[in-house]
């Protein structure tokens, strides 16, 4: 079966939409209706009190712990991309002092770092999503000897620069036949189109508030649970 991930909130503000949850108590009601809506994962950008994003281990922790409450049985992964602590060394600390500890964690590969963030994830007992941008990230992670360690690829074209669709191809061919679950995502105006792109690839994929605020009729996205009954409308057409 297709997992379709939901991903709340990502580095979105409530200046783009009302419903972006920033608190652990908003992060939880947006994931429980998300599941509820047929999610089987779920996606956080973890905040501070002062809605920045955060790696803190208290702040990992608070988060973690209340969407669990609201998602029992669901698995629940957090971000570690390099825009929330830039400095590796600090980003490493962190991570190391993370007691209560995620489900899985995504590391965008061809930031200053990632090898480093997933053998440290993976001697934490952390699932690692490797984020794929582009060829050179997936030539990046073949070539790291951690790609056969990691939970699933996240093929992530429309992140870069450029046509995603092409990018895709590229990023396809650089990875060859190295055999780990594939999840497909896009970003803004490729969201659904990558949706799309995954159900008739048979990869897993995702949505919600981080890749896209509006349906694929070009409506606004009351929330991240309509998106997941879009998404899942999408899937079931090419898997049905």
């Known amino acids: 079966m297709v997992l379709i991930k939901v991903a709340i909130n990502g580095s979105r503000t409530l200046e783009e939409h009302p419903s972006v949850p920033v608190t652990p108590q908003q992060q939880a009601a947006e994931a429980a209706a998300a599941v509820a809506a047929g999610a089987g994962a779920v996606h956080v950008h973890v905040r501070e009190a002062g809605r920045r994003e955060s790696l803190s281990p208290n702040d990992v922790a608070r988060a973690?712990?209340?969407?669990?409450?609201?998602?029992?049985?669901?698995?629940?992964?957090?971000?570690?991309?390099?825009?929330?602590?830039?400095?590796?060394?600090q980003r490493l600390?962190?991570?190391?002092?993370?007691?209560?500890?995620?489900?899985?964690?995504?590391?965008?590969?061809?930031?200053?770092?990632?090898?480093?963030?997933?053998?440290?994830?993976?001697?934490?007992?952390?699932?690692?999503?490797?984020?794929?941008?582009?060829?050179?990230?997936?030539?990046t992670l073949l070539n790291s000897d951690l790609a056969g360690e990691c939970l699933r690829i996240l093929l992530e074209p429309a992140e870069e620069a450029g046509d995603a669709r092409a990018n895709l191809e590229r990023i396809e061919a650089a990875l060859g036949h190295l055999s780990r679950p594939r999840l497909l995502h896009g970003l803004g105006a490729a969201a659904w189109h990558m949706v799309e792109l995954a159900a008739q690839r048979n990869y897993d994929t995702r949505t919600g508030f981080e890749d896209t605020l509006?349906?694929?009729?070009g409506s606004r996205a009351g929330n991240n649970a309509a998106l997941i009954v879009a998404a899942r409308r999408m899937v079931g057409g090419f898997t049905s």
């Open 93 to 139: 600390a962190l991570i190391r002092a993370w007691d209560v500890l995620p489900d899985f964690a995504s590391v965008n590969i061809h930031e200053e770092g990632a090898t480093q963030v997933i053998s440290l994830l993976l001697d934490k007992g952390v699932g690692v999503e490797a984020g794929i941008w582009n060829a050179q990230a997936a030539e």
């Open 214 to 217: 509006t349906l694929p009729d």
């Open 64 to 89: 973690l712990e209340v969407i669990r409450a609201a998602c029992p049985g669901i698995s629940v992964g957090v971000s570690t991309a390099a825009w929330i602590v830039p400095d590796v060394s």
